[in-house]
Nanobody, 127 residues
Framework: QVQLVESGGGLVQAGGSLRLSCEAS????????MGWFRQATGKEREFVAA????????YYLDSVKGRFTISRDNALNTVYLQMNFLKPEDTAVYYC????????????????????WGQGTQVTVSS
């Protein structure tokens, strides 16, 4: 059973930065694509960023390109989301997720492609 534990959320002013972390336990982390999603109050969960395994391929939601960076440290079984130049519209609960077993693509942006989810961490950006 895979467990994902996020940390690093909080309250920040517009233009500020936060780094989210997600530590994974369970099956092999280094051979599985990972992703970050977010859900704002009253809205559906949306894809934010994804990172491949084995090769350095990353994919982002258009509105976060150039501001957010996803990365991973396989030695620590951890995936990160560095968020810079934050905007009030980035306010949401952020979730990390691990791709379903058997999916060998480089990255996935659909939530149904992910099997395991963290509990979420709140990010609030004030104007």
């Amino acid at each position: 059973q895979v467990q994902l534990v996020e940390s690093g959320g909080g309250l920040v002013q517009a233009g500020g930065s936060l780094r989210l972390s997600c530590e994974a336990s369970g099956r092999t982390f280094s051979t599985t694509a990972m992703g970050w999603f977010r859900q704002a109050t009253g809205k559906e969960r949306e894809f934010v960023a994804a990172i491949s395994w084995g090769v350095d391929i990353r994919y982002y939601l258009d509105s976060v390109k150039g501001r957010f960076t996803i990365s991973r440290d396989n030695a620590l079984n951890t995936v990160y989301l560095q968020m810079n130049f934050l905007k009030p519209e980035d306010t949401a609960v952020y979730y990390c997720a691990q791709v379903r077993a058997g999916k060998r693509g480089y990255y996935y942006s659909a939530s149904q492609d992910y099997e395991y989810w963290g509990q979420g961490t709140q990010v609030t950006v004030s104007s």
